[in-house]
């Protein structure tokens, strides 16, 4: 249920992006403006807010589940590591994708906060590895995690991808809508994929 919302959003979005709604634009423009003015006026908690999305960037995130995914290769748990290095790919491919479809300008402003790469601005591609990322460390512990240590699991990986996605309206590099985006389709492909690697149930024994 959680997947089909977060990809009917994500489709919704998109195409409010990709059809330049005036409301949204307003509402992009309003918030990031916001934000860098007041980034502008607190030069500590801008470079802080950098660290931040650095540290928890998409390749930390792709080179952290890499390295699980050969330790579980290691265990001899094959499946979960290539169900964790399709999810963490196939979010960076997607959304590289959508970001050529769409290609939305970032913010172009006089004095940036942070710099960019020079693609398009929908998804924001911190926010889907965050998303993917946090989950898939969230999901492979599951198993060992009492039911309140698995609410809180989820709620720390709740809280790195949303603190990622607001870095990158905060630093202005990125609109609301794209940061929005980039956790709908962190979720979705999420979904998807481990849909597609669940077992399959066991046939039954022939009478």
Known sequence: MVVLVAGVLFAVVAVLVETC?????????????GMYTFGVANPELTAITQVWTD??????????????????????????????LTAITAGG????LVKIVTARPRPELPDPLSPALPDAAFPSGHAVAATIGAAIFVMLLR????????????????????SVAYTRVALAVHWLS??????????????????????????????
Not at 57 to 79: D, I, M, N, Q, T
Not at 143 to 162: C, K, Q, T
């Open 143 to 162: 198993p060992r995690l009492s039911g309140p240590a698995r609410a809180l699991a989820w709620g720390i990986a709740a809280i790195l991808a949303v």
């Open 21 to 33: 709604l005036p409301l949204l634009m307003a509402l992009d423009w309003s918030v990031m403006s």
């Open 93 to 96: 491919v997607l959304g590289w």
């Open 55 to 84: 540290v928890l960037g998409p390749w930390p995130w792709r080179l952290a589940v890499g390295a699980v995914a050969a330790y579980l290769v290691w265990r001899g748990a094959v499946r979960q590591a290539a169900w964790a």
């Open 178 to 207: 794209d940061a929005v985006g980039g956790v709908l389709l962190g979720v979705l492909v999420l979904g998807v994929t481990t849909a597609a690697f669940a077992r399959k149930p066991a046939p039954a024994p022939v009478s």
